[in-house]
Structures are given as C-alpha cells and as structure tokens.
C-alpha cells in the first residue's frame, strides 16, 4: 500500500542554518504530496503541497519539489528561525483520494 | 471559533472503561476524520465520513472503537473498554469535499487519551 518514509528527529539547528528534512514516498499512480505542520500547543496546518511531478510548493520560505524519478518530496528552507521550532510532516493522497497518509514526523528544534 | 474543535483535551480514564471523545468541524465541512496518533509516530488513519455516513472505516483498529456523525456536524469516537495500548492522541479533521487532493484538511488540537 501507500506509504511515507521521513527522516527521524529530532532535528537540532542553530538560527539561519540550512534546513532539509528528507522525505520519501510509495505510492501507485500520481499522488499528490504535502507538507503539514505541528507548532507547540496547536492543530496540524497544511504547510504546503504539490499536486503533480515537477511542481514546487513553498510557504513562510519552505519549499519541496515533487521528484517522480526520485519519489521524494524534501523539504527545505534556507535560513531557519527560533519560531520553525515544530514538528513537520510528510503525507501523501492518492489520486482523488478522500485521505492522507502521514509520515511519522520530524521534530525540529531552532536554537537562538 | 471558527476552527476544528475537539474535546476533552485531556482525559485520563482506568483501564476498561469507556470514554467518548468529540469533534466539532468547521461549518460547512462535510467531509471528516479522525487519526490516532501513538507517542513517537506518524497518524493513523481511522475512519472517514462524508456527510452522516461513513464510507471508510477501515482504520478503526477493533470492535471496541465506533464512530458517528449527525447533522452533517459534530462526531463522536467512542472507545469502550478501553485498554492501555489505546493511549494516543485522537486527531479530528475537517475539510469540503473531495478531500485533501483537491483541498486543505484543517485539524484540531487533537485529545490526548491515557489509559491507565
């Protein structure tokens, strides 16, 4: 079946680095691709997404780029802030499918 | 507010009783979820409703857990007997129709279950 593969965390960074949380999936057809997010005491909140190969979603300065030849969807961001400090999941959904596939989250903490 | 809803946030209950947890969507969401989501993993999908009827409920791990909707609102997850490997955070999501490859799914803040 459908599935999502992301790297484990907790991921520790100093303000402004480089941010790449690697994120790959399995899936049959043409799923679309997302990127939520978990901020201390709140909802998960779509962060960005990628409806078809080649397509960039970006938001707040994260980007990913749905890689068909390569399954992936990795998320970047190229100067990181004490306020990205969250949790960060990868899912997917199947083609007019009614739901999401998640990853297991990445947690990631900015230290000033 | 004009978010999901769920409550309780917290609930700690003894091992076999049974507890009820509930979602309020966002008005005029007809589509609905619920996740489970298990301390170090990623969500678990339980079950879907699509207006008052549940077309996927395959994720619902027992015949201990049922779901319901009515009036195209608010759900409630009813866990009975519960057991300690039901601790989990329950997640509600909402979103309109045709779910999140054409939309947005907008989640609550989740209720955090222990068992004990």
């Known amino acids: 079946g459908d599935s999502v593969t992301q790297m484990e965390g907790p991921v520790t960074l100093s303000e402004e680095a480089f941010l790449t949380i690697n994120c790959t999936y399995t899936a049959t057809g043409y799923p679309s691709l997302f990127w939520y997010v978990q901020y201390p005491g709140e909802g998960l909140q779509l962060l960005l997404k990628a409806t078809k190969a080649d397509d960039k979603g970006s938001n707040k300065g994260f980007e990913a780029t749905y890689r068909k030849e390569t399954t992936s969807f990795h998320l970047e961001k190229g100067s990181v802030q004490v306020s990205d400090s969250a949790v960060y999941f990868c899912a997917l959904s199947g083609y007019s499918s009614y739901k999401l596939i998640f990853g297991s989250g990445t947690r990631l903490l900015v230290r000033p | 507010g004009a978010g999901v809803s769920q409550s309780p946030s917290n609930k700690v209950t003894e091992k076999g009783k049974d507890v009820e947890l509930r979602c309020d969507p966002i008005?005029?969401?007809?589509?609905l979820y619920w996740y489970r989501q298990r301390l170090g993993q990623g969500l678990e999908f339980l079950i879907y409703f699509q207006g008052n009827s549940a077309p996927d409920k395959s994720g619902l791990p027992s015949d201990r857990f049922s779901a319901e909707r009515t009036g195209e609102s608010v759900s409630t997850l009813t866990i009975q007997r519960t057991q300690q490997e039901d601790s989990a955070v329950y997640l509600c999501?909402?979103?309109?129709?045709?779910?999140?490859?054409?939309?947005?799914?907008?989640f609550g803040e989740g209720s955090r279950l222990t068992v004990l």
């Open positions: 008005s005029g969401h007809t589509a």
């Open positions: 999501a909402s979103s309109f129709p045709g779910g999140p490859g054409l939309g947005e799914l907008f």
